[in-house]
């Protein structure tokens, strides 16, 4: 515990700390079976699971302690077997942000990457810039490399099974450990011992992450993925970069147990799977219609429809920060106005 904690102090920015790390809690702790995770779950008919007022995040506790005495940018890595010696699989580095120069927001992102087996998990520049907006930031590494073609017409099956760690699709095998939902919670757990001062275990409440404190995000693969958690959990937002890209998939039209207005996307013309996106806009039901962003002004009147045609060496990738996303004339990220609206002013 020390050890980690001295680590953290020794490098202001950037955080490896290596060695065996005690389990907060146990594995019965955690595992729970799939009666007791399909409690907050679209029901298997696929009908509605709530009503819309239930689908409306409540106001919950008051915010994370944040000591802001030290002012920085605090950037930490770990693995998911760093938090969880049980994990067996996806054990890329994670990515974890929380500056300390601004006001904190009291809500998390947690931002899943795209499809594979990434090395480093989520982006470091899309990272900087939301812990930049006042938010916690997490990228955990989780189970993406399954291809989505081998699961037929049940992709949310697939992606359902990759998030709870419960049987949901005979293609693949994931267990708890190697979740999305479990990795948070014990990602959370291990960046508090790490920050104590980033009071990261305000987004756990008892054995799950605090979701209705949470944005849900990634790219590509992971804003599928993070379109169907907010069908199965009621979280504070869904935004979804270049994704989903579920052409057909009955995922899409069911009742989310998070209301829709609290989802965006955001899709560039020179994406191949642009015409993708769009679709599952609408199956998904967002509100408005395609927006360009392009020359207009936040919040673009109103649509969770986001499109953009900017110049770039990549459509998919372009609309999260990094070396393909458009610059303004002064070296500043193009999309920031689009980010800040879809994250939440």
């Known amino acids: 515990m020390a050890a980690r904690r001295a680590c953290l102090c020794a490098i202001a920015l950037v955080v490896s700390c290596d060695g065996t790390v ?26 509605s699971p709530a009503t819309p007022d239930a689908a409306t995040p409540d106001a919950g506790p008051s915010g ?15 693995t998911a077997r760093d938090a969880d010696p049980a994990a067996t699989v996806a054990l890329g580095t994670e990515l974890a942000y929380l500056d300390t120069r601004v006001e904190p927001r009291g809500k998390l992102v947690v931002y899943l990457h795209g499809a594979g087996a990434p090395t480093v ?32 017409d049940d992709i949310g099956g697939c992606r359902l099974e990759a998030f709870e760690g419960v049987d949901h699709h005979d293609f693949i095998d994931i267990a708890p450990p190697d979740s999305v939902e479990r990795r948070v919670t014990r990602a959370l757990q291990y960046l508090d011992e790490m920050n104590p001062g980033g009071d990261w275990a305000y987004f756990i409440d ?35 970069l270049s994704g989903p890209y ?10 989310p147990m998070t209301s829709i207005d609290r989802y965006w996307g955001f899709t ?47 459509g998919h990738s372009s609309v999260q920060a ?16 689009v980010w800040q609206t879809m994250y939440g002013p």
């Open 121 to 152: 998990c989520g982006s470091r520049e899309m990272g900087e810039v939301l812990a930049g907006m006042g938010f916690h930031v997490l990228a955990p590494c989780y189970v993406s490399d399954y291809g989505v073609a081998n699961c037929g």
């Open 22 to 47: 005690a389990a907060v809690m146990t594995d019965a702790d955690l595992d729970r079976d799939a009666t007791a995770r399909d409690a907050g779950s679209v029901p298997p008919d696929g009908t």
């Open 246 to 255: 579920d052409v057909g998939q009955a995922w899409l039209s069911l009742a």
């Open 322 to 337: 990094g070396s393909t996303s458009p610059r303004t004339s002064s070296g500043d990220y193009a999309f920031m106005p």
């Open 206 to 240: 008892g054995d799950r992450p605090r979701w209705s404190e949470i944005v849900i995000s990634g790219i590509s693969h992971g804003a599928s993925s993070s379109g169907l958690i907010g069908v199965y959990r009621v979280v504070d937002r869904v935004v979804m």
């Open 268 to 314: 560039h013309t020179d994406d191949p799977q642009h015409m993708g996106h769009l679709e599952a806009f609408e199956r998904l039901g967002m509100p408005g219609e395609p927006v360009s962003v392009d020359g207009a002004t936040a919040p673009y009147g109103g649509s969770h429809r986001l499109v953009s045609s900017a110049s770039t060496t990549n």
């Open 64 to 78: 994370p302690d944040v000591d802001r005495t030290d002012p920085r940018l605090i950037a930490m890595e770990l």
